[in-house]
């Protein structure tokens, strides 16, 4: 019942905020953007896992959620968000439940290639070096985020992960190469289903990590 409740208000925050974003007074437009990503570290803390994913995970979602509230100095949310994904790719590398395939290794280099040369055309003329630097390393984390989000075995873990980069692929793109209508939309639904997916992968993981053992 605890959990039903949880999502129920995740869902209700998190729509609110994406599609009312505008009605949302300035002051209080942050306060809305943190409680869903609250309410699913409340979530994770309440599920029942296997105790090392779930802790590590949990540290993932509480870095994610530093980086929403510092995102607005660019690289010190890029920084957050970046050891967010480290907590992630730490917790899918340490299960062994699944293999990546083949193909979504090669569309994965094709992907991120692509996006890195990409962007770079738009921020090295500009001379923004630093920040260039700091993107290539954070496609690289989210990349290898994807990647090893298949070692789990959990649709949930991998659904949330390829979220994850659309959401990311998007602000990026928006950010540095062109406006993208409805932009704050897509941006949002895509990272709050990314980090969702992501929370639940804790209860999915361990049930399949059980079965294995069993």
């Known amino acids: 019942m605890e959990r039903k409740i949880v999502l129920f208000l995740f869902a209700i925050s998190g729509l609110y905020y994406i599609f009312f974003f505008d009605s949302i007074a300035s002051s209080l437009q942050m306060v809305f953007k943190l409680i869903p990503m609250i309410l699913l570290i ?7 896992g296997e105790r090392k994913y779930k802790a590590i995970i949990i540290g993932g979602l509480i870095f994610c959620t530093i980086g929403d509230y510092t995102l607005q100095w660019f690289i010190v949310g890029l920084f957050s968000f970046l050891i967010g994904h480290i907590f992630y790719i730490v917790a899918f590398q340490q299960t062994n439940e699944g293999r990546i395939p083949t193909t979504f290794k090669m569309l994965l280099v094709a992907y991120g290639g692509f ?3 990409w962007l770079m055309s738009s921020l090295l003329p500009d001379g923004s070096y630093v920040l260039a ?4 390393a954070y496609i690289t984390a989210i990349l290898l985020m994807g990647w090893n989000s ?3 075995a959990s649709r949930f873990a991998i659904i949330g992960a390829l979220l994850f980069i659309s959401s990311d692929s998007i602000l990026a793109i928006n950010r540095f190469i062109t406006d993208i209508p409805y932009s704050h939309i897509l941006i949002m639904a895509t ?3 990314a980090q969702l997916f992501i929370a639940l992968s804790i209860v999915q993981y361990s049930a399949l990590r059980n079965k294995v053992i069993q």
């Open 42 to 48: 409340f979530l994770a803390i309440r599920s029942n």
């Open 115 to 117: 996006m890195m040369v």
């Open 133 to 136: 630097v700091a993107v290539c």
């Open 150 to 152: 298949f070692r789990t």
């Open 191 to 193: 990272y709050y289903g």
